[in-house]
């Protein structure tokens, strides 16, 4: 299997060229991902589940490319799970899943794609991070979040090279509007040797 589309991944720099890329990928992201064992959407799912079990609740699942988070978030417990991302393609490997009530898809430079409070957690597996969705993103889902609820999210090795991903997070929590529960560093494609972190945040 070539590795052409995960190499790639971590050179991209505008949302144009994301969305083109992500566009090509879907075909053969699971079988390339899985050739390396994806582990973070098993980890970040059973992280939120640990501090939100609540499988009739509905949560967001951001970005859930072709349904992979999704199958992990119902495995963990979560019955009630709606779907978004901006890549068409992607979409309809994660419809095929049989997993999401709903599935929507948003333009990728929308500032606003989530309705605030909708949702008492959201999920962004493998989303925000080099090559996918800026820091800004983090800032889009708190403030969709209602008081109390919760982001549960991944920062792969790559991504937390990178400081300004780190210090937006950072940035919620010094300025205490926003609680870290959980963080913890572990496989993410161990094929590749490569970690990421989960974290569940609560807003506050």
């Known amino acids: 299997m070539s590795d052409k589309f995960l190499k790639d991944t971590y050179d991209l720099n505008t949302p144009q060229e994301t969305h083109a890329h992500y566009q090509k990928w879907a075909a053969s992201y699971e079988d390339e991902v899985g050739e390396h064992g994806y582990a973070t959407p098993g980890r970040v799912a059973e992280a939120l589940w640990t501090y939100f079990p609540q499988g009739q609740t509905p949560i967001l699942d951001f970005g859930c490319g072709t349904g992979l988070s999704g199958v992990a978030l119902k495995h963990a417990g979560f019955q009630v799970v709606d779907g978004m991302d901006p890549t068409a393609e992607m979409l309809k490997g994660a419809k095929a899943k049989g997993v999401y009530r709903n599935l929507h898809a948003f333009e990728i430079t929308d500032p606003n794609p989530i309705k605030q409070g909708s949702y008492q957690a959201i999920t962004a597996i493998g989303v925000i991070g080099a090559g996918a969705a800026p820091p800004e993103t983090f ?12 982001l549960a999210f991944s920062f792969n090795d790559h991504t937390l090279e990178d400081p300004t991903y780190t210090g937006r997070l950072n940035e919620w929590l010094d300025m205490g509007a926003a609680r870290l529960l959980f963080r913890e560093h572990g496989p993410h494609l161990p094929g590749l040797d490569l970690k990421s972190d989960v974290y569940i945040v609560e807003k506050t």
């Open 139 to 150: 800032d889009l889902l708190m403030k969709a979040l209602p008081k109390g609820g919760m």
